[in-house]
C-alpha cells in the first residue's frame, strides 16, 4: 500500500462496511480481534485504519512508539487463538499526505467458510462459537450477526466461495456431469450423420 491508496480510503472521512478506524494505540488482540473478525466474514475483507480518531474522524497518525508494536507475523499468531479457521491479513506503514504515519491492516476475505471465534475474551468483546460481521443496515460497526438476513447473506457468499474452490480443484456438481454424460450419449447416438 502507497500514500496514494491511504488517501483513497481517507477520503471518504466516513467508516464504512469495509474500513474502520482507530485512534493511535499499540498493537492488542483485545482492541483488534472483534474488527478483523468482523472483516474476514465481510465480502471482500476490509481495512483496519490505525492514526483515526473513529468518533471525530480527526487525522492524528501514530506515534513512532505504537508504529513499531505492529509487526505481522506476531499479530497472526496472536490472532490465531481467536479465529476458526483462520484470518489473513497484512500489515502495512504508510505516511500520509499531511506527512503523519498510519497503520493500514488489511483484512481478506475467508477462503470458504466463515470464520468463527474460537474463545470468550471480555476484553475483546468476543464471544466463543459467535460470528462477527460489520454491519451494512445500521452505523457500520463490527458486530454479532443479529438478523436472518444477516445469516443468510454469509451463507449465500460461503456457498459460492465454496463452488469456486470445488471448480478450481476440477471438481463439478452433479447437474454439469449429467448434462456432460447426456451430450455424449446423443453424440454417440448421432453417430457420424
Not at 121 to 144: C, F, H, M, Q, W
Request: negative net charge; contains cysteine; hydrophobic residues 35%.
Amino acid at each position: 500500500m502507497d500514500t496514494y491508496a491511504l488517501e483513497s480510503l481517507l477520503a471518504g472521512a466516513t467508516e464504512t462496511p469495509r474500513i474502520e478506524y482507530k485512534a493511535s494505540a499499540p498493537w492488542s488482540t483485545d482492541l483488534y480481534a472483534k474488527d478483523i473478525l468482523a472483516l474476514t466474514n465481510t465480502d471482500d475483507g476490509g481495512y483496519i485504519i490505525v492514526g483515526v480518531e473513529d468518533k471525530t474522524l480527526a487525522r492524528t497518525g501514530v506515534s513512532a512508539e505504537h508504529a513499531q508494536t505492529y509487526v505481522s507475523d506476531l499479530m497472526r499468531d496472536a490472532m490465531s487463538r481467536f479465529a476458526d479457521p483462520y484470518v489473513q491479513f497484512s500489515t502495512h506503514k504508510i505516511v500520509g499526505a499531511d506527512g503523519l504515519t498510519y497503520v493500514a491492516i488489511r483484512v481478506e476475505a475467508f477462503d470458504d467458510v466463515p470464520v468463527i471465534c474460537r474463545i470468550d475474551n471480555v476484553p475483546a468483546g468476543v464471544d466463543k462459537g459467535r460470528l462477527y460481521i460489520r454491519t451494512k443496515t445500521r452505523r457500520p460497526e463490527s458486530a454479532l450477526i443479529s438478523t436472518h438476513s444477516e445469516m443468510r447473506e454469509l451463507i449465500e457468499r460461503a456457498s459460492v466461495r465454496m463452488m469456486q474452490r470445488y471448480h478450481r480443484l476440477g471438481l463439478r456438481p452433479r447437474d454439469e456431469i449429467q448434462q456432460d454424460s447426456d451430450a455424449e450419449a446423443l453424440q454417440k447416438e448421432l453417430g457420424d450423420l
